[in-house]
T-cell receptor
């Protein structure tokens, strides 16, 4: 079975600063996807960034980037130039690449961006 | 395209009652997954439907059931409600397609706003 661990239940960062959220996972699979989802206080879960495990290049989406270390089974999210709107719960998630398998989520990290 | 919609958004029930939640996926999406979110257990997978068939099921008791209609809309039902069923229930849709469609484009999940169920 796959497991996802987020070791930081809560974090805070000053506006315009950079913050890194940690995620580790455990799997015996070789082909999978990794995701970071954001859930603001309004509760709508939205995808922030995704990484295909077969790609060595780290994914980036504007201010969001990941550090994917496949051998270490680590998948951290870096948020640059933090904005107040980044305040949310962030979930790391895993999905086997075969298709019809569910997302496995970590417990989440509550990020607060402070003005 | 309209996003995933869930109704109702809020629901209050008492122990022993049953409840039905509804999810309408993004147009063209054939896979609907349901997740339960609680502060203690986090996000847990309930089940997934594709083309009116349950393809995957999580580790929940039989009181939790679901179905999918020919238009891909899905409902989940919880019978004999317990206090511990209080949670946010999230629905997610994807294009789906099974093992032959393994690309992330087919399997990326888009979430609805959720239904907040409170059991008193």
């Amino acid at each position: 079975a796959q497991t996802v661990t987020q070791s930081q239940p809560e974090m805070s960062v000053q506006e315009a600063e950079t913050v890194t959220l940690s995620c580790t996972y455990d799997t015996s699979e070789n082909n999978y996807y990794l995701f970071w989802y954001k859930q603001p206080p309004s509760r709508q879960m939205i995808l922030v960034i995704r990484q295909e495990a077969y790609k060595q290049q780290n994914a980036t989406e504007n201010r969001f980037s990941v550090n994917f270390q496949k051998a270490a089974k680590s998948f951290s999210l870096k948020i640059s130039d933090s904005q107040l709107g980044d305040t949310a719960m962030y979930f790391c998630a895993f999905m086997i690449i075969s298709g019809n398998t569910p997302l496995v989520f970590g417990k989440g990290t509550r990020l607060s961006v402070i003005a | 395209k309209a996003g995933v919609t869930q109704t109702p958004r809020y629901l209050i029930k008492t122990r022993g009652q049953q409840v039905t939640l509804s999810c309408s996926p993004i147009s063209g999406h054939r896979s609907v997954s349901w997740y339960q979110q609680t502060p203690g257990q986090g996000l847990q997978f309930l089940f997934e439907y594709f083309s009116e068939t349950q393809r995957n099921k999580g580790n929940f008791p039989g009181r939790f059931s679901g179905r999918q209609f020919s238009n891909s809309r899905s409902e989940m039902n919880v019978s004999t409600l317990e206090l511990g069923d209080s949670a946010l229930y999230l629905c997610a849709s994807s294009q789906g397609g099974g093992a032959r469609f393994a690309g992330v484009a087919y399997n990326e999940q888009f979430f609805g706003p959720g239904t907040r169920l409170t059991v008193l």
